[in-house]
């Protein structure tokens, strides 16, 4: 095992040795300090792979050691030690840039995974550049090459991050570049779409269960977080898990560990956890549809993807991109787009944003019969269903039946529209998810 050298600051001697006393196994060789001036002192002698600062020092806080860090020794991670229970301060050393805390009194297999994370942080840039990941958000527009910028450094954080934006802006893809370009890349992804998950069974999915559990439960079964243990979950449409699930979720971010139906004893968890909403969820706490503390808890960063139509001059790299890709998938040689074409899409207001973009292109891939795509080649995805479609009046014996033909036209359209996306397809139609799923129940057709 190569060693690597960390600093360790704390005031308490016990700590400090305890510290060292973990860690040595893993091959790290500790320095300590016990006060900031003698951090700063030993900071300025030689380089450390990591540092772990307790908050409270005799001559100031640990906060001032994680701005100086990332002022003047960016590339080393740091973490921080909190008092039990102090939330708002691991919070704030996250937000400044600490890649992660731990509370007193430890528990020393916590302590282990944070170190395990730092080293993986510190590794040279070149071993970790391995991970980078294929696919990655397009566009040239300042607003995307801050988004990008921000990836890169959320990558680093343990910080739980909240995506904002709406439908089809890649908030999942996003979510995904935060994991892959981080140094839990080589663990589980986990994507979770919290609208889809029946209220009734959600606490049994996202923690697992104990056999015997419930009627059906006939073995233990691991939950979402223990599948995404030592990786990420990202728990999509956040804003659709109900109350009960939401106070349990709190719980389990700020434990750090689950407890599965039946089982009497929490087990501890690893788990950086991303989300996101097209949602307005600032709107949704002031009405009382979402706890605050939950809020909080989870957006200790947020990052906003723009949508489309604020970023035109993206398309023309995004329809390059996009329609390569077409054209490699079916083995054909790839259309050019006429400037008119990308000019009548800069003009297009893009409710679906990326994804409708890529509904666009593909339907223009298909039917276009030369190697240039024009603006005829383009047919926008049909607007909601109650956009005053007219029809001819019939004669209406089955007015159920009727209905019911109507709700499916429109609800297929909508699908079709969103590639059979249902959280998309529900937006579009102006309906929660919920009642996209109930409708299709009813209606026979999933
Ligand atoms: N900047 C981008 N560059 C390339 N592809 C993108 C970009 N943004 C989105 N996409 C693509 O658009 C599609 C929709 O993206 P994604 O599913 O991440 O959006 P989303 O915001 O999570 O949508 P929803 O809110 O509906 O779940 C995906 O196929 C994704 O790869």
Request: glycine share 20%; proline share 21%.
């Given at each position: 095992m190569d060693t690597c050298q960390a600093l360790i600051v704390d005031d308490e001697e016990d700590i400090r040795t305890l510290i060292e006393m973990t860690l040595q196994p893993q091959g790290v060789r500790c320095d300590s300090a016990a006060t900031l001036a003698d951090a700063h002192r030993l900071l300025r002698t030689r380089p450390y792979q990591f540092c772990i600062t307790d908050m409270r020092l005799p001559d100031g806080n640990g906060l001032e050691l994680v701005a100086h860090v990332q002022r003047h020794h960016p590339d080393m991670p740091i973490a921080v030690i909190t008092a039990h229970g102090n939330v708002e301060s691991a919070v704030d050393a996250l937000k400044l840039g600490a890649y992660d805390f731990v509370s007193k009194p430890f528990d020393i297999a916590t302590l282990r995974s944070m170190v395990a994370t730092a080293r993986k942080l510190a590794r040279p840039s070149d071993a970790r550049s391995a991970a980078v990941p294929r696919q990655t958000l397009l566009g040239d527009s300042a607003a995307m090459q801050r988004v990008r910028s921000l990836i890169a450094r959320l990558a680093r954080s343990q910080a739980p991050v909240f995506i904002s934006g709406e439908?089809?802006?890649?908030k999942e893809l996003a979510a995904r570049l935060v994991h892959s370009s981080g140094p839990r890349a080589d663990k589980p992804f986990v994507p979770v779409n919290?609208?889809?998950?029946?209220a009734e069974l959600m606490e049994s999915e996202f923690f697992g269960h104990r056999r015997g559990a419930f009627t059906g439960a006939v073995q233990d079964k691991a939950g979402l977080f223990q599948a995404a243990d030592g990786g990420t979950l990202f728990l999509d449409e956040?804003?659709?898990?109900p109350q009960h699930m939401q106070v349990k979720l709190l719980r389990a971010i700020q434990e750090r560990a689950v407890k599965p139906v039946g089982a009497t004893h929490e087990v501890p968890v690893d788990v950086r956890v991303l989300s996101a909403s097209h949602r307005d969820l600032g709107r949704m706490i002031a009405e009382g549809g979402f706890r605050r503390d939950l809020y909080y808890r989870l957006n200790v960063i947020e990052l906003h993807l723009p949508a489309l139509r604020e970023r035109p001059e993206d398309i023309p790299v995004l329809c390059e991109h996009l329609l390569a890709r077409l054209a490699a998938t079916a083995g054909l040689p790839c259309p050019h787009m006429h400037p008119q074409a990308i000019a009548a899409l800069q003009r297009?207001?893009?409710?679906?944003n990326v994804r409708e973009l890529e509904n666009i292109l593909e339907r223009a891939f298909t039917l276009c019969d030369h190697d240039t795509i024009g603006p005829a080649d383009l047919q926008p995805d049909p607007?909601?269903?109650?956009?005053?479609t007219v029809r001819t009046a019939v004669p209406v014996s089955d007015l159920e039946g009727y209905l019911e033909g109507l709700e499916k036209e429109a609800i297929e359209q909508a699908l079709r529209a969103c590639r059979y996306n249902k959280t998309a397809a529900a937006e579009r139609l102006g309906i929660s998810f919920r009642a996209l799923r109930y409708r299709l129940k009813k209606l026979g057709m999933e």
């Open positions: 439908s089809g802006t890649g919290c609208g889809a998950i029946p956040i804003a659709e898990l297009h207001p893009f409710p679906g607007p909601p269903a109650d956009a005053g």
